[in-house]
């Protein structure tokens, strides 16, 4: 890293100043003592960090008479111009951003075998290049306009290009529940009929309890996709299925049952379950789980285990010692997780990476990655809450509507995460691990049922 001192010793800087310059107050005066370097530097950080106290002096001001309901802010004191001489002060303060970022730089090399060689010769991109999110807003912002904006980054994973990639063989998914786990009452049907119907379904999975039909994308007006879930009443049941299946001792995760519609006898379908135990992992036990080490991913593929998504975590940034997956009232993952890490720098290359590709010989996908969100007050105000944050190195912080609209009138390119988006209920309503889950993609039994008929082929 550069410290103050380097900056400003720096030949860049010597050579700014001439020889012939007097820098003292007095030009006439030859008697009073040139400032010495040092001197300098103090004064110039001295009034950059004076100038820093009273923007958000200022912003506070602002924050307390919008409480109010006072329109105008009273002029009392202008933000002076920063001379010349504290230009130096700002840029050291920009090159912190710039070393911090070029710490991070090396998660954007995409290589199946990633390693993180620290550079400073140049500066990461953003993390996020999603352009076409790009507001051209430069008033006040509509709260709907930032939730917009926060549930389109939603979906940045499908538009957005990895900036790591990471190449293996995931460790094998549970093939059956074990003394101290069970199952999840909801399992995938892969290799369903085309023209099988809901009752039929339901009749023929009856012998074992009590069982509903979910058909992701199911409607009148397009042909009937060949995957689907039924969920059960009581986990026995699932065991009672799985009992009277033929299961495939090559993968050891699918089970095979036959079941008929109008047009095909005897079709064999095939049932995937799930086991608890999958859901969390935990790689090194410790005593609390730090939120603020904690990252969010999202578009995880439904073959995904939290095992295996501790292992692509801690391969490509080291430091894991939890992953878990969130999920639904049954107990069945969503599609979204999260990992914990024991150092703040593993976190940040994961934030700074944004979107790995993860490759595998049964699936490819890319996910996306973003810091655990909580609920807090504002990080400027302190006053009010703060449910929008910028995961932008230059901010990172969470922001309330008034201070979002403040911080970033000149910042447009800044896109909110948020941690709750009204017409996105959490699926979790029964189970919970060491802390809540963080966000949720918006359909999730639909992206799961998808990715596995695309990995297995069913399509009835």
């Known amino acids: 890293t550069t410290s103050q001192s380097d900056l400003y010793s720096s030949n860049t800087f010597l050579s700014s100043l001439s020889p012939n ?136 994973a499908s538009v957005c290009e990895a900036s790591c990639t990471w190449s293996g063989q995931l460790p094998p998914r549970s093939s059956t529940a074990g003394p101290n786990s069970s199952y999840s009452t909801k399992i995938f049907l892969g290799g369903v009929p085309w023209d099988i119907s809901e009752q039929t379904l339901v009749q023929a999975f009856a012998e074992f309890g009590e069982v509903r039909v979910e058909w992701p994308g199911r409607d009148y007006t397009s ?91 801690n391969d490509l940034f080291g430091g894991v010692v939890y992953s878990g997956l969130d999920t639904d009232k049954f107990k069945y993952p969503i599609g979204s997780g999260r990992v914990t890490f024991n150092n703040s720098r593993s976190y940040m290359k994961a934030v700074a990476a944004a979107f790995i590709e993860i490759k595998t010989p049964r699936f490819c996908k890319k996910v996306q990655v973003d810091p655990y969100l909580e609920d807090t007050l504002c990080s400027m105000c302190g006053m009010k809450q703060g449910p929008y944050f910028c995961r932008d190195l230059g901010c990172f912080n969470y922001f309330c509507h008034s201070c979002w609209d403040l911080h970033h009138t000149s910042r447009p390119h800044h896109k909110p995460l948020m941690r709750n988006i009204r017409g996105l209920t959490r699926a979790r309503t029964s189970h919970h691990n060491d802390y809540n889950v963080g966000r949720y993609r918006q359909d999730p039994v639909r992206d799961l049922a998808e990715q596995f008929g695309q990995t297995f082929g069913l399509h009835g």
């Open 21 to 156: 310059q007097d820098s003292s107050p007095d030009h006439a005066s030859n008697t009073q003592t040139r400032p010495t370097l040092s001197e300098m530097v103090g004064i110039d950080l001295a009034v950059a960090q004076a100038v820093q106290n009273l923007q958000k002096l200022q912003q506070q001001q602002a924050q307390l008479y919008s409480g109010l309901g006072v329109a105008n802010v009273p002029n009392q004191v202008s933000t002076p111009i920063i001379p010349a001489s504290s230009q130096p002060a700002q840029r050291q303060d920009q090159a912190g951003i710039s070393i911090l970022n070029s710490i991070l730089s090396s998660v954007t090399q995409s290589t199946p075998q990633p390693s993180f060689k620290e550079s400073s010769d140049h500066h990461v991109p953003d993390p996020t290049p999603y352009s076409q999110y790009q507001s051209s807003n430069h008033g006040p912002t509509d709260p709907l306009a930032l939730e917009r904006a926060a549930r389109l980054y939603r979906s940045a």
């Open 223 to 313: 042909p009937p996709r060949g995957y689907l879930y039924l969920v059960f009443q009581e986990e026995g049941d699932v065991t009672d299925l799985l009992a009277k299946c033929c299961q495939d001792y090559n993968t050891r995760d699918s089970y095979y049952y036959k079941i008929s519609s109008r047009r095909m006898r005897a079709k064999e379908v095939q049932i995937i379950p799930w086991v608890l135990t999958d859901s969390n992992y935990v790689r090194c036990p410790s005593p609390r789980l730090d939120p603020q080490k904690t990252v969010f991913v999202g578009a995880l593929h439904g073959m995904m285990t939290a095992q295996g998504l501790a292992v692509v975590f």
